[in-house]
């Protein structure tokens, strides 16, 4: 893709700038709860409860008690808070590498279906990886996830540009099928390597 087709770089934020690992928090609240974490970890699922907390709908309380039931432990919310933010491993370090380079040339910005104990933590932990970053678009406050279209939507309109003057990146193939259908080219990023192709034109 050249370089004048595009007016803002989008990144994903989980698998494309940071390193996540659902299987660190299935393990800690297993520990936590003197449990096999096997057993916890064939419960835990990415379900209806998951994806209200990541439009915000409902809040961290009421998202803590629908994994009680789903996992059939009993942790408070502070020990299930603890085991929800291991999700997070480390800033992906070739990625995160780029984007000072590429803030010197065009917009940079996040787009992320997570929800507000992730935001709180990672916004603090990872404040040095992503100060390049523009403008964060929120599932939780936006009230709309990815892959919907009306999400990919209010990104464009909120930017104040059209849907094919954004380039995607997503590690989630349903996400990059979603943007493409509504016209947003996107990259589907497996490894570092996707993202630094995909930006040569704008690193020379």
């Known amino acids: 893709m050249s370089a004048g087709a595009i ?3 989008l990144f994903d934020l989980g698998g494309v700038l940071l390193e996540i690992d659902f299987a660190r928090v299935t393990r800690s609240w297993a520990e936590l709860a003197g449990v096999d974490a096997q057993a916890i970890a064939g419960r835990f699922t990415l379900g209806e409860a998951y ?5 915000g709908e409902i809040e961290a309380p009421d998202y803590y008690a629908a994994l009680r039931r789903e ?3 009993e942790l408070t919310d502070a020990q299930l808070e603890e085991g929800w933010n291991r999700v997070f491993v480390d800033s992906i370090a070739p990625t995160v590498a780029l984007l000072v ?3 010197l040339r065009l917009p940079l910005h996040v787009f992320s279906n997570t929800n507000r104990t992730h935001h709180r933590h990672w916004a603090q932990h990872y404040a040095r990886a992503l100060a390049p970053i523009g403008r964060r678009f929120l599932s939780f406050e936006m009230g709309a996830r990815k892959p919907e279209r009306e999400a990919f939507e ?3 309109r909120e930017l104040g540009m059209p849907l094919g003057r954004i380039l995607f990146f997503d590690d ?7 943007a493409q ?5 996107a990259v589907r990023v497996r490894s ?6 995909a930006v040569a034109p704008w690193l020379g």
Do not use: F, K, Q
């Open 7 to 9: 007016d803002a770089l």
């Open 51 to 55: 994806e209200r907390y990541e439009r």
């Open 71 to 73: 996992l059939g432990i």
């Open 101 to 103: 380079p590429l803030a």
């Open 154 to 156: 209010r990104v464009a």
């Open 172 to 178: 989630t193939p349903a996400n990059v099928v979603g």
């Open 181 to 185: 259908a509504v016209g947003m080219p």
């Open 192 to 197: 570092p390597a996707d993202v630094a192709r």
